[in-house]
């Protein structure tokens, strides 16, 4: 069974400065998709970031960039000039290549960011 | 922006009780999902549904739990004889197609006392 493990309970950043948030995960399949969601305390689910897996090259939007090292089995985000607005609690997820065109998250415990002016 | 919307906010029920837990995807959306969050742990997958019919369902989905999308518009999840630790907070998330983007709703808080 696939698992995700999310190491950092907790981060704190600096209103503009940089931060990384690990997760690792495991699985024997080769096709598969990486996701970061984004829970602020409103505790909507908001996707930040997704990486397919049979693409080599690092996803990025805006802000937010992955470092994804496929024979590692690691998919780090990394959040630039962070703002107040970041604060959340961060959950790495994992989905297997769909069979038959649906199918589930799988989510690491989370990691909270609290971003300081 | 069209969204995934979901009703109650917070349930409160009694121990045995039934809930009904009431979710509207959006609109154009095939595939449909529930999760569940307890306080400070992992969300969680409960079910997934297609075409009428639940794809796959997770251990936690047992036999007091069902789904279904009554009018083609709802998408609802029913607890019968309701436990304590389905205190939750219960997630219905929807999605346009293979592996696009799973929109969640803000989230039903069932507390079962």
């Known amino acids: 069974a696939q698992t995700v493990t999310q190491s950092q309970p907790e981060m704190s950043v600096q209103e503009a400065e940089t931060v990384t948030l690990s997760c690792t995960y495991d699985?024997?399949?080769?096709?598969?998709?990486l996701f970061w969601y984004k829970q602020p305390p409103s505790r909507q689910m908001i996707l930040v970031i997704r990486q397919e897996a049979y693409k080599q090259q690092n996803a990025t939007e805006n802000r937010f960039s992955v470092n994804f090292q496929k024979a590692a089995k690691s998919f780090s985000l990394k959040i630039s000039d962070s703002q107040l607005g970041d604060t959340a609690m961060y959950f790495c997820?994992?989905?297997?290549?769909?069979?038959?065109?649906?199918?589930?998250?799988?989510f690491g415990a989370g990691t909270r960011l609290a971003v300081h002016p | 922006e069209p969204e995934v919307t979901q009703t109650p906010s917070h349930q409160v029920t009694q121990m045995g009780q039934e809930v009904i837990l009431r979710c509207v995807p959006i609109s154009n959306h095939l595939y449909f999902y529930w999760y569940r969050q307890i306080l400070g742990q992992k969300v969680e997958f409960l079910v997934s549904?297609?075409?009428?019919?639940?794809?796959?369902k997770s251990e936690i989905f047992d036999d007091r739990f069902s789904v279904e999308r009554p009018d083609g518009s709802n998408f609802t999840l029913k607890i019968r004889s309701t436990k304590l630790e389905d205190s939750a907070m219960y997630f219905c998330a929807s999605e346009a197609g293979v592996v696009d983007e799973q929109f969640f709703g803000p989230g039903t808080r069932l507390t079962v006392l």
């Open positions: 699985t024997s399949e080769s096709n598969y998709y």
């Open positions: 549904f297609y075409n009428n019919e639940i794809s796959e």
């Open positions: 997820a994992f989905m297997n290549q769909p069979s038959g065109g649906y199918n589930k998250l799988i």
